[in-house]
């Protein structure tokens, strides 16, 4: 038994130390602000529906995520979110994607006008997707915008187009309307999860599937 002490304490460490990595990714990013809950109205809960959206619109089932491209969690959420909870859940909840741009996050802000620049062009996801999957490698990026124009390249896009887009009023309103709501709804951080309009408390990826499976149980 001593022989394989050590073999076995280091087999240890490396577990312990895995486990703090993946809980860090997991844990939502915040920023402190003085916000206190307000009052939500009937065109917050209608803007909870508004965004880049898959699924099926007429579900009871509204699932919203805010969230912010630079987020590492967010990063560590999306191939979940893309990969599992999308394709076993889209003929039976109503998705939608709402920016969440933190302020401590430089790339932030450009990230979220490059993809609502390519949903001008029908590509919200495509742009979401490849933004999200290549996050290590604009993410300390002076200007990150030369990398979002391949990406834009990538996908299709007519590129000029995007480029005007990209810094219009349109789509910086956009998003700072999806900001000013999450400040009102006093989001813990990114990503932040809601269903149905009340914010779902997750810790791990089974935590949200579950909340999904429990909510379409309730409005069968």
């Known amino acids: 038994m001593k022989k394989y002490l050590p073999t076995i304490l280091i087999v240890l460490v490396i577990v312990i130390v895995a486990g703090f990595i993946v809980r860090a990714l997991m844990t939502p990013d915040s920023q402190t602000k003085d916000t ?42 999306h191939p979940y979110i893309k990969d599992t909870i999308i394709p076993q859940y889209q003929d039976k909840i109503f998705f939608v994607f709402k920016n969440f741009p933190l302020e401590m996050h430089k790339n ?12 001008l062009q029908g590509k919200f996801w495509e742009m979401h997707n490849i933004v999200y999957e290549n996050q290590k490698e604009w993410v300390d ?10 990406y834009a390249r990538q996908i299709g896009l007519n590129v000029d187009q995007w480029k005007k887009d990209r810094d219009t009023s349109k789509v910086k309103d956009l998003i700072k309307a999806d900001v000013t709501l ?3 709804l006093n989001l813990p951080g990114t990503p932040a999860f809601l269903i149905n309009g009340t914010i779902v408390q997750v810790k791990s990826f089974e935590d949200l599937k579950n909340a999904i499976d429990q909510a379409l149980a309730q409005n069968q």
């Open 182 to 184: 999450g400040e009102k």
């Open 141 to 150: 990026e002076k200007d990150p915008n030369s990398k979002f124009e391949g």
């Open 36 to 77: 206190k809950s307000q009052p939500i109205t009937q065109a917050d809960t209608d803007a909870l529906r508004q965004g880049g959206s898959i699924g099926n619109p007429n579900s009871k089932v509204l699932v919203t995520e805010f969230g912010d491209y630079q987020c590492p969690a967010c990063g560590a959420w």
């Open 108 to 119: 932030a802000q450009a990230s979220a006008q490059a993809v609502e620049a390519a949903a």
